[in-house]
């Protein structure tokens, strides 16, 4: 039984790129959360995916966006890229059908530095 | 907007004593209350939760105690263990539509042997 993977691990890029990345659920999981978390910090609720579109969305700019494939996988995308963004990235999956009272499992994150 | 404040960065137990980590939110709509612990190089894993309706749930070693008029929480790990020793996140969530999360920064634990 497949947790939630995340995928790259490790990424670098430089100002003004723009960064795609993967997760994909724990298996019989249909919900997907993006997270943000800086040094030292906790992680910072992005957006939440079910049903293939965006349902709640966190103090984040425009430059998040994200989508969601009907095999309920999902992608973060950041367009113009700044120092700042420069954190750990989690995803986390949950079920809908089980309830609303149900804890996230949490990928290992991607570490995004940005140059 | 700090929702969820964890006050205490650290905290440092001798084995076999009691842990207690501590968590303030402000939100009146958060109705479930979660307990994460993270190791370094790995995603938070879920160790305990509680509904609103409740005032204390236990498993194990683990309790979680919720205080709603105070708006407080607390994690107590009797007996510590050295592999313990981890970042705890408190989280508090509620649902509009979809499930909103909010982490507080962590406290991390120290169980020295």
């Known amino acids: 039984d497949a947790g939630v993977t995340q995928s790259p691990t490790h990424l670098i890029k430089t100002r003004g790129q723009q960064v795609t990345l993967r997760c994909s659920p724990k298996?019989?999981?249909?919900?997907v959360s993006w997270y943000q978390q800086a040094l030292g910090q906790g992680p910072q609720f992005i957006f939440q995916?079910?049903?293939?579109?965006?349902?709640q969305r966190g103090n984040f700019p425009d430059r998040f966006s994200g989508h969601q494939y009907p095999n309920y996988s999902s992608e973060l995308n950041v367009n113009a890229l700044l120092l700042g963004d420069s954190a750990l990235y989690l995803c986390?999956?949950?079920?809908?059908?089980?309830?609303?009272?149900?804890?996230?499992?949490f990928g290992d994150g991607t570490r995004l530095s940005i140059l | 907007d700090q929702q969820v404040k964890q006050n205490s960065p650290s905290l440092s137990v001798q084995e076999g004593r009691i842990s207690i980590l501590n968590c303030d939110y402000t939100?009146?709509?958060?109705?479930?209350f979660l307990w994460y612990k993270k190791y370094p190089a790995e995603g938070p894993t879920f160790l305990i939760s509680?509904?609103?309706?409740?005032d204390k749930n236990e498993d194990g070693r683990f309790t979680v105690f919720l205080n709603k008029s105070a708006k407080h929480l607390s994690l107590h790990i009797v007996p510590s263990q050295p592999g313990d020793s981890a970042v705890y996140f408190c989280?508090?969530?509620?649902?509009?539509?979809?499930?909103?999360?909010?982490f507080g920064a962590g406290t991390r634990l120290f169980v020295k042997a």
């Open positions: 939100n009146s709509m958060f109705d479930y």
């Open positions: 995916y079910y049903e293939e579109e965006e349902r």
């Open positions: 509680i509904s609103s309706i409740k």
């Open positions: 989280a508090a969530s509620y649902y509009t539509g979809g499930f909103k999360t909010i």
């Open positions: 298996s019989g999981h249909d919900t």
């Open positions: 986390a999956s949950s079920s809908r059908k089980v309830g609303k009272s149900q804890p996230q499992h």
